[in-house]
């Protein structure tokens, strides 16, 4: 009888012991009070890191009435260097910068520069519209390819780099 009491003692001692050290890492790791009841912390969501979006597309958003703050959703660049940049400006509204050049060259409207306001959300990426007297071009952006087409015609150029990866 004395044995089973005393293995009952350690064993009641030995549970005990065991929530305490459970009770004091969580408390030591922030998920709990020491208390025997586990709080769950929430935590927001790690936000990747957004880039800044080219000067030049700054600015041209600010001329079209964006309150301006751009942040790059979206960025690739073909093995032709073709580059395009979708960005997101502090209200919420999406634009489109093409670049064909050097990733360090000037940007020249009309040239080697296109900024468009019609950018729209995809499934897979977004659609950016450009309407002319030529016709009506269409990019559609994904982070494995650029589609252009143009009065029906389609090119499609394989991403060559891309973030975010």
Not at 126 to 145: I, K, M, Q
């Amino acid at each position: 009888m004395t044995l089973l009491l005393l293995t009952a003692g350690g064993a009641t001692a030995g549970w005990l012991y065991g929530q305490r050290v459970s009770d004091d890492r969580a408390a030591a790791a922030g998920g709990g009070s020491g208390s025997g009841e586990s709080q769950e912390q929430e935590q927001e969501p790690e936000q990747p890191v957004r880039e800044s979006c080219p000067a030049a597309t700054e600015a041209s958003a600010e001329a079209t009435g964006s309150p301006g703050g751009l942040v790059e959703i979206l960025f690739i660049r073909t093995d032709d260097d073709r580059q395009v940049w979708i960005c997101r400006d502090t209200a919420g509204t999406l634009f489109y910068q093409g670049y064909v050049g050097p990733a360090d060259g000037p940007f020249e409207e009309g040239k080697n520069a296109l900024f468009l306001t019609t950018v729209e959300e995809t499934g897979g990426g977004y659609l950016a519209t450009n309407r002319t007297d030529e016709g009506t071009t269409t990019y559609s952006v994904t982070p494995y390819r650029l589609t252009q087409t143009t009065n029906g015609n389609e090119s499609t150029f394989p991403v060559a780099e891309r973030r975010p990866n």
